[in-house]
């Protein structure tokens, strides 16, 4: 299953980037999944409160508080970061003070009144133990020599496929480049168009969500379709999947995978309505899905 707080360290055109990614359920994010993140770069600190909902304000009021200390009010700037599927982002005004306030705390509660989102509950004791701890308290530090965080190894299962009770199906194949694709697909509890429910992992090593159809189902056109998706019954968060026609049938793909998966990985259902091919609320019971024989593939995806 993946980590509720996630380490990420990478060094690219003689730049560090240190990046803590903290998630916690909590009512009026997308997919009803927050993330707290807190990130060093060139000395300077980025922090930020990602999976906010669409709006069109430039800046919210934040209300947070460390631990039982007093509720401090500001306001943060408003971000789409669309492209890397997190949609809206809060910024605040002084990220590295945000910082020092948060050292020694146990937990970071915080929310946004005016888009309905939170409180949310973040535990701090969680990303003060992470191996390059030394490289968020010392992001200003000149003399410092950013630590590398150096992931344990490891090797993706392959030449492995089968079912996974009655509703599951998974592979993970090894292709031409010596990369392995894992996939896990799952049929609704429909009773209705036959088509699955995918996550996987592809050979760019990036996460997949995907609505795949069979091929004697008639889907004209690779544009954008409507999905809505609710996530353990939660209020309905409607986006646009990219649509591609394939020599064996027809998908659907969400422009946030990453940040989808993560938030199901730690829910219970998932619930699918698209209107255009009259859809409507087909459930998928999702911890199956995540404890197939190539789970590990996909914990490790991207890394």
Excluded: K
């Excluded at 490891?154 to 592979?171: C, K, N």
């Excluded at 429909?190 to 592809?202: A, L, R, S, V």
């Amino acid at each position: 299953m993946f980590a509720d707080v996630q380490v990420h360290t990478i060094f690219w055109n003689e730049r560090e980037f240190s990046t803590v990614l903290n998630f916690s359920r909590a009512g009026g994010f997308r997919y009803g999944m927050g993330t707290f993140a807190i990130q060093c770069v060139d000395r300077e600190y980025n922090l930020w409160l990602a999976m906010l909902p669409s709006t069109s304000l430039s800046e919210v009021q934040v209300r947070w508080q460390v631990d039982g200390g007093d509720i401090q009010a500001e306001s943060w700037e408003i971000a789409h970061v669309y492209e890397v599927g997190s949609g809206f982002d809060a910024t605040p005004p002084n990220p590295a003070a945000l910082y020092r306030q948060l050292q020694g705390g146990e937990q970071f509660t915080i929310e946004v009144p005016q888009l309905n989102v939170g409180p949310a509950h973040f535990d701090l004791e969680a990303m003060w133990s992470t191996p390059v701890l030394e490289n968020f308290d010392r992001c200003e530090d000149s003399e410092h020599e950013p630590i590398e965080f150096e992931r344990p190894e490891y090797e993706p299962v392959f030449d492995l496929e089968g079912q996974h009770g009655e509703a599951i199906e998974y592979s993970a194949v090894e292709v031409r480049n010596g990369s392995v694709v894992t996939t896990v697909g799952q049929a609704p509890v429909y009773d209705g168009i036959p088509f699955q429910f995918e996550i996987g992992c592809n050979t760019s090593g990036a996460v997949t969500a995907l609505l795949m159809f069979p091929a004697d189902w008639e889907i004209s056109g690779t544009g954008a379709v409507e999905v809505s998706l609710s996530v353990d019954d939660t209020s309905q968060a409607t986006e646009q999947w990219h649509g591609l026609t394939l020599a064996d049938g027809f998908q659907l793909r969400s422009e946030s995978s990453f940040a989808l998966v993560q938030a199901l990985a730690r829910s219970q259902t998932l619930v699918v309505s698209v209107p255009e091919l009259e859809i409507w609320n087909a459930r998928f019971d999702l911890p199956p899905i995540f404890s197939t024989p190539v789970q590990q593939n996909l914990n490790h995806c991207g890394y």
